[in-house]
Structure formats: C-alpha cells, structure tokens
C-alpha cells in the first residue's frame, strides 16, 4: 500500500501487515479508525469490541460491527482460532489483566498484533532523570492525574515476557518521531508493534 501521509504511522504499519480480506477482531477499537481503514484498503472482514459506549456508537454509526463490551471479563464465546488477526493495538499500558488478554486473543486470532508505548524511550528516561517528572510525550500525551494508562511496558519487558510464555515473535516495528528505528529500539523507539503467535 502506498504511503497515506495522513494516516497514523501504527495504522499504516498495521495495514500492511494484514493480508487482503482477512477477518479482523479489534479489541478496544477506539471509534473505528483503523477498521474502517482495514475494510477500505484490504476488504477486511472486521469487527470491534469496545468498552466505552459513545466510541462505540460512533463506530456504528459507520457501518462497523462492534460490541460493547469489557475484554477483561472474557471472550468466551468467540470460538478458537476464529480470526485471522486479532489486533491490540494502544491498549496495552491501559489494561489490568494483560496476561489474560494476551491469552484470549491468541486463542481466537491466528495471528496477534500488539501495538504499545514503549515508557523506555529515551525522552521518557530524561525527563525521569532530569525532573523527576512522569513524562509527558507523544507517545505518553497524558499528565499522571488525567492518563488512562495504569501500566507503563517497554519494547525489553514485552520480549522478556513472549520468550517466559513461549509466544513467538513473528515481526516487530519501532517507530519513533520521524518513522521506524532499527538501532537501539528499547531506547530511541517511542511505539513498538509486535506480531505473536502461539
């Protein structure tokens, strides 16, 4: 796919990860962008879940197929290996049963895709360092009394984690301000997308 200038670096990378026509579970899909861009650009078969209604109702209000519901309470009735991808991308740091989540959505998805803030970042360390201050940056944008994040993960907390839970790594993106990073991700990368396997 060629390069949309306005579309969200994530989304872009996501988009060309998926394969054409594939059927797509976003968990916490916000209100719709990027399965909206999934049908459009890879005739995806999509679906959402949602926990927050208005977001949800502005997902439906475009035509797209999305529950509202809490993916900590379970997936269970989603059988095994129903999706080519299941897809959770900036959710992560807000979650508080990772490890379930994870779980759950490589028993429906074939394929997982997991995009997150990496809190390792250099800029984030600095400020740490420097001011003693939570750090506030594009990829962290919220001040400590107002973010919805109640984790902060880095690139190396979640390679640790896949290799303890024997999840493979399939591919892996860091993208920091100007576009992907290769050198030194944990560090120079503010967003890392992952796709796992089981």
Request: proline share 4%.
């Amino acid at each position: 796919m060629e390069k949309n200038e306005a579309m969200k670096p994530d989304h872009q990378i996501i988009i060309d990860i998926i394969h054409e026509g594939a059927h797509v579970l976003d968990l916490g899909c916000g209100n719709g962008e990027l399965l909206s861009l999934l049908r459009q650009y890879k005739s995806a078969r999509v679906q959402g879940i949602e926990l927050d209604e208005e977001q949800m109702h502005a997902c439906v209000e475009i035509g797209l197929t999305v529950l509202q519901g809490d993916i900590e309470s379970g997936l269970v009735d989603y059988p095994d290996q129903s999706f080519d991808y299941v897809i959770l991308n900036q959710i992560m740091q807000e979650i508080k049963k990772a490890d379930y989540v994870i779980s759950e959505s490589l028993r429906l998805g074939r394929k997982v895709i997991v995009g997150f803030p990496n809190f390792a970042h250099l800029s984030a360390r600095l400020t740490l360092l420097l001011s003693g201050k939570t750090p506030i940056n594009e990829a962290l944008p919220y001040y400590w009394f107002e973010t919805p994040n109640i984790r902060f993960l880095t690139i190396r907390d979640f390679i640790d984690y896949c290799a303890k839970k024997n999840i493979s790594i399939e591919q892996q993106y860091y993208l920091g301000k100007r576009g992907r990073i290769s050198f030194l991700p944990n560090l120079m990368a503010q967003n890392a997308i992952f796709v796992i396997t089981k």
